[in-house]
């Protein structure tokens, strides 16, 4: 019985030949991806190539792209690739302006308020991942604590998001 | 040995071959391009044949006839004594022995489609019913992606659509970007649930209360069912539908107008939408960032779900193909590809539910999230939680609900020997795979010692069809409700934990701190014995111990070192 190696250990930048950076280009990077979708796929693999073996290799693929391609999932990878862990809690400074988040939120009784409140975090999270974009390379800290936050708003937001979903 | 694609719909089944390039329906049922998946089983009448298509049709005798079996696939359900899978291989036999026939050749292989929707265990049940029928399964694809490689062939198109798949007894809509030949599916989303079936029910519901009929017989209903179908379709040309129905000896004419017909399917269109919109957000796309959606299904052809889909997407809405046979085509043209190994045309779909196990506090551990790319190979690590425990037990859900036993179960097994140690030492890691067919294998192994559990999910249901279309009504209105709840659990679980800790090393923390550490463990406590209060609420307060506590946790834990070394072997122990 096959098993996978460990692919949280995989460089994910180097495994589609790209340079180790968060500013990609994700149009080229959805054509690397499709090229070798062409090559490696069960289905297009000939020859030798088994198709089992073709399996894994393009669920890695996959795996590959999906956490390359999410601008959220990729910050998170970056700093695994640059050996800096991920942090799980919010940092202090900004936890106190967080966590006051949902209690804001509640407190809008307004539909329109409400979306406005919505839309300003959205806008938060462009200004974020903008402000990740143009970090240097070497300021991890701060990529770290970006990220941190990156991931807590967008939690809250698809929370919010899929209960006016289901409210109608 | 040919090789062909099969729509094995829940109203019509359609069969088609790759003939010079160019896909072609094989006609059936008395020339036709459709065959109604339909089957009779009035054996001694019919001298022992089982009736399929329009012959069971015509014979018109409903007591002994099965309609729409597609949506019992994968269910324990029984009809005269057949199971679905086996209702299913009758009709796919029949197909197969007609087209061989024709083609004077006989049938090896096919590529049949399935809603994109269906479960594994429906999957598992489709394919069980083609080796039934003496037909070795290439692939299984989703219905919505056939329909789109046979448009993209055709149009020789490239850019991102969606398929709008609205048929008898199911919906599906994905979004789709077509580059040379590749079909990527970026999102998907239907309800196995829901179809041109509903609108005819609701039909016959109107004109059985506006003459108060209360007594009606299963075969009158099944007869006045067909006829509120036909008058559906009719409806379509005419603005006033009139029909006779005889029910318990008596004549009704029954009434069906276009106002009528649109105040009666308004509710399930809008459904549909509300679906698609959902895709749409998935893929993070919006409507006018789309080339065109592809209407595919016998219902795409009402006007009045036409002009809706107009309205409602406001892009171009592509019409033209013919919607019964575009999915049949798809699967020709795949079944091809992959007997030549074509590299022209390639596929990438994705999982249509999230699949996950259940977690301790009845909670789901998300592991292959819906609409990641096929095939996929997940890993997670997990522990056991008592000392010297030697077995863990998975159950394994599909759904996208927040606790278990709300999703559907797909399989439960049991992982065993695993030698005795303390808790949370033994690794087991639990891969899941989902291949090209969208079918999962499910694999768990104790890393220290290697043993391990293969699991190949087999269609082992269970649920009957009524639990399954609440268990997909609720999903939906429940998830609000869901997410708290499974917050709620998981955060009360890290609160216990975090509890039994802090109280381990309180007497190492100084005062005045020591004193806002344990209120916050009482006001903690409180909130993790009533069930009402917010997972919100408990995890602000572990963050506010946490807090406190963290400005001591070096000192103390290297003071405790300093007095009790962990000795290595121990912990290999
Ligand atoms: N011309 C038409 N006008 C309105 N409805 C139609 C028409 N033709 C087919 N339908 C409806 O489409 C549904 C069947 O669609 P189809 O795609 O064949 O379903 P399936 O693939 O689930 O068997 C039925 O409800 C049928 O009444």
Redesign the pocket.
């Known amino acids: 019985m096959y098993h996978t190696q460990d692919m949280s250990d995989k460089n994910y930048f180097e495994f589609f030949g790209l340079p180790i950076s968060y500013n990609l280009d994700e149009t080229s990077l959805m054509y690397i991806y499709l090229e070798r979708q062409r090559k490696e796929h069960p289905d297009s693999c000939t020859g030798d190539c088994v198709s089992f073996f073709a399996d894994n290799s393009v669920a890695e693929l996959n795996t590959a792209y999906q956490t390359l391609m999410d601008p959220i999932n990729r910050a998170e990878h970056y700093l695994k690739v640059r050996r800096v862990s991920i942090l799980d809690q919010l940092p202090s400074d900004f936890a106190e302006e967080m966590f006051n988040m949902h209690q804001k939120y509640d407190s809008i009784k307004n539909e329109s308020e409400k979306e406005k409140f919505l839309e300003s975090l959205r806008n938060k999270m462009k200004d974020i991942l903008s402000l990740l974009h143009n970090l240097k390379e070497d300021d991890l800290e701060k990529f770290r604590k970006y990220t941190c936050l990156l991931r807590f708003i967008n939690s809250f937001l698809e929370k919010v998001e899929l209960n006016a979903y289901s409210r109608d | 040995m040919l090789t062909v694609g099969i ?1 094995l ?4 089944t359609v069969i088609a071959i790759m003939k010079n390039g160019i896909p072609q329906t094989i006609p059936i049922d008395s020339g036709r391009k ?1 065959t109604p ?1 339909v089957v009779n089983y009035s054996k001694i009448e019919n001298n022992n044949e089982i009736l399929i298509g329009r012959k069971a049709l015509s014979k018109m005798d409903y007591a002994h006839t099965v309609f729409s079996i597609k949506r019992n696939m994968g269910s324990n359900n029984k009809f005269f004594e057949k199971s679905p899978e086996e209702i299913s291989a009758e009709i796919l036999s029949y197909v197969k022995k007609i087209a061989e026939q024709k083609l004077e050749e006989s049938i090896e292989s096919a590529v049949i489609t399935v809603p994109a929707h269906f479960s594994d265990i429906q999957r598992t049940a489709t394919k069980r019913a083609a080796s039934l029928a003496g037909i070795k399964v290439l692939r299984l694809i989703n219905e919505p992606t056939s329909a789109a490689i046979a448009f993209g062939l055709a149009e020789k198109a490239n850019g991102v659509y969606a398929v709008y798949d609205f ?4 919906f599906d809509f994905s979004i789709l970007r077509l580059v040379d030949g590749i079909f990527q599916v970026l999102a998907t989303g239907g309800d196995n649930y829901l ?3 509903d609108i ?1 029910n609701a039909i016959l519901e109107y004109n059985v209360n506006q003459y108060d009929i209360v007594k009606i017989t299963e075969s009158e209903k099944l007869r006045a069912k067909l006829l509120a ?1 036909t008058m ?2 009719q409806c ?1 040309l005419e603005k006033l539908v009139e029909k006779e129905c005889v029910i318990g000896g008596k004549t009704y004419l029954f009434r069906l107008s276009s106002e009528l017909l649109w105040n009666l399917s308004e509710k399930y269109i809008k459904k549909t939408f509300k679906i698609a919109d959902q895709v749409f957000s998935d893929a993070k796309l919006s409507h006018n960032q789309i080339d065109g959606v592809l209407m595919v ?3 795409t ?2 006007q009045v779900v036409k002009e809706a889909a107009k309205d409602h997407f406001k892009t171009r809405i592509f019409d033209n193909i013919d ?2 046979e575009v999915v049949a085509f798809g699967a020709a043209i795949q079944a091809d590809s992959i007997v030549n190994k074509n590299r022209n045309t390639l596929l990438i779909d994705v999982v249509p539910l999230t699949l996950g196990i259940e977690t301790f506090g009845g909670g789901v551990d998300k592991i292959i999230h819906r609409n990641t790319p096929i095939p996929t190979v997940q890993t997670r690590e997990y522990t056991t939680y008592s000392d010297n425990q030697t077995g863990i037990k998975f159950h394994v859900v599909q759904g996208e609900r927040a606790l278990a036993k709300d999703c559907r179960s797909i399989a439960k097994f049991e992982l065993k020997g695993i030698p005795p140690a303390v808790r949370g030492t033994p690794k087991v890691e639990v891969r899941f795979s989902v291949d090209v067919n969208g079918l999962l294998n499910v694999s768990a192994r104790e890393k220290n010692t290697g043993i391990e559990q293969n699991i190949v999910v087999e269609p082992s249901a269970g649920l009957t069809e009524d639990e399954m279309i609440s268990m997909l009504e609720n999903a939906l209105k429940n998830i609000t409700q869901d997410k708290e709840r499974s917050a709620y659990i998981s955060a009360k679980m890290a609160a216990e934990r975090q509890i039994s800790f802090w109280e381990s090393i309180i007497n190492d923390i100084p005062e005045p701190e020591q004193k806002r550490v344990e209120n916050g463990i009482m006001r903690l406590k409180e909130y993790i014995s009533n069930d009402r209060s917010e997972s919100r609420d408990i995890l602000n307060t572990i963050n506010y111990i946490d807090d406190i506590v963290g400005h001591f946790l070096d000192e103390i834990i290297s003071k405790r070192l300093s007095k009790n070394p962990i000795k290595i072997d121990e912990v290999k122990k």
């Not at chain 2, 719909?9 to 019509?12: E, I, Q, R, S």
């Not at chain 2, 048929?167 to 199911?170: D, I, N």
Request: hydrophobic share 10%; net charge negative; proline share 4%.
């Open positions: 729509d719909g829940t109203t019509t459709t998946s048929g008898g007894g199911t179809g041109g079936d005819d179908k559906k379709e379509n299904g016998g219902m052809k009402m919607p019964e």
